[in-house]
């Protein structure tokens, strides 16, 4: 009988860790003989590209609307160009980054959650979503290079307090991210494999 895919995805501030953190899961998880596969939003198609040069490369942020519907876009492509069929043929798919990113950024822009849940209708919900919990003064410290307008002390911090409502409401399974890599790589690591040992359907290749 051929498994069903689980949809996880990793989410977390600006250098959290969340990238490094999603290709270690899939490494590790290979080790342990599951068929896991990495992914990425902005997604690595057409809409993704030009989000990542036109938008998030910018000095000066756009409408906070026009960003939340061209991500909202790009993640319909990238479910059904990538996720959907990676699942269809039993793969675990790791996504750096899904839905909670547009919440918490563009809701912490100040737009309203219920309305950017409502354009993301379509998306597919992940079965398992983590949150790596760095503090922004801490991922702000990291980033060396020019930071671009969402990156900001004032932004990260608006930015976690939406994903920490998603965590009180149990919607995102949090992880410390302030400690070793190893330490939350492990850490993460145990929170998946507790999941898909309850996740109905699922089993090693």
Known sequence: ???KGVFICIEGLDASGKTTHAHQLVRNLQRKEFDAVYTTEPSRGEIGRF???YILQRNKRVPSVVETLLFAVDRVDHVEK???PALENGKIVISDRYVYSSLAYQGAAGLD???IEEINRLAL???LAIYIDV???VVVKRIR???SVMERLETQRRV???YMKFVKNEKLVPVDGNRRKDEVAKDILTVVLDFLKNYSGFQSV
Do not use: A, F, G
């Open 82 to 84: 990538e996720i959907k």
């Open 160 to 162: 976690r307090e939406v």
């Open 125 to 127: 919900p992940p079965d």
């Open 135 to 137: 503090p922004p003064e």
């Open 113 to 115: 959650l219920k309305w």
């Open 1 to 3: 009988m051929k498994n």
């Open 51 to 53: 989000i990542r040069t």
């Open 145 to 147: 290079r020019k930071k």
